[in-house]
C-alpha cells in the first residue's frame, strides 16, 4: 500500500482489522476462526508483497493457532474426564456444543452462541451418559464438567486468536509518513523547543 495516500492505506488496514476481530467471534460457534485468520492474512500479504511478513511470523501465527485447537480439545476432554464423563459423553458434549451454538446463535445479538454452547454441551453429555443407564448425579457431573471444558476451551482459542491478531496488526498497519512528524534541529534553545511544545498542547 506504499503507493495509498496514508488515510486511505490507514482506513482499508482499520477495516481489514475489524474484519479479523470479527472472524475471531466463529471461535464461539465451534468454527475454525483462528484459521480463517490465517487464510485473510495469507491473502493480504498476497494483494500487499510488501507487507512486513516473513518466515519467523508464519511460523509463530502457526504455532500459537495449533496450540488454540489442541487447548480447546484438551481442556474439554480434560475437564469432562475429571467429572467423570465417559468418551462417548465426551463426544456428544461436543456435538451439542456445535448444535447449541448454531441454534442460539440469533439471540442476543449473538452473544446466544455462548450460551447455546453451553447449554449444548451440557446437555450432550447429560443425555447420552443418563441413556447409558449411569445413576442421576452422575451424568448431571459429567455434564457439568463437558460444559466448564467447553468454556475453558473457548476461552483458550479466542485467546490464542487474539494472539494471532496483536501479531498481525503491527504488520499491517501503515507506517506514519516522514512528513507528518516534525523534527527538531540540535542547535535549537531549549526556550524556543518549550514554547513550541506549549503550543502544540
Not at 510488501?50 to 474439554?76: H, K, R, T, Y
Request: charged residues 10%; proline residues 6%.
Amino acid at each position: 500500500m506504499d503507493f495509498l495516500p496514508f488515510p486511505v492505506s490507514a482506513l482499508l488496514a482499520g477495516a481489514f482489522i475489524g474484519l479479523l476481530g470479527f472472524v475471531l467471534l466463529l471461535n464461539i460457534f465451534g468454527l475454525p476462526a483462528n484459521w480463517i485468520l490465517l487464510g485473510l492474512v495469507a491473502l493480504w500479504k498476497t494483494l500487499h508483497p510488501s507487507a512486513d511478513m516473513g518466515l519467523v511470523f508464519w511460523v509463530l501465527l502457526v504455532f500459537i493457532a495449533l496450540m488454540g485447537e489442541a487447548l480447546e480439545i484438551g481442556l474439554q476432554i480434560f475437564n469432562a474426564k475429571r467429572y467423570g464423563s465417559s468418551s462417548s459423553g465426551t463426544f456428544a458434549g461436543m456435538l451439542g456444543a456445535i448444535a447449541g451454538a448454531i441454534l442460539l446463535a440469533p439471540l442476543f445479538f449473538g452473544l446466544g452462541a455462548l450460551l447455546g454452547a453451553l447449554a449444548g454441551a451440557w446437555t450432550g453429555c447429560f443425555l447420552l451418559e443418563y441413556l447409558k443407564g449411569r445413576p442421576l448425579h452422575q451424568a448431571i457431573n459429567a455434564a457439568f464438567g463437558a460444559m466448564m471444558g467447553r468454556f475453558l476451551g473457548t476461552v483458550c482459542k479466542c485467546g490464542a486468536g487474539g494472539c494471532m491478531l496483536a501479531l498481525t496488526v503491527r504488520r499491517i498497519w501503515p507506517p506514519l509518513p516522514p512528513e507528518g512528524i516534525p523534527s527538531v534541529p540540535s542547535d535549537m534553545p531549549a526556550s524556543v523547543v518549550l514554547s513550541i511544545v506549549q503550543n502544540l498542547c
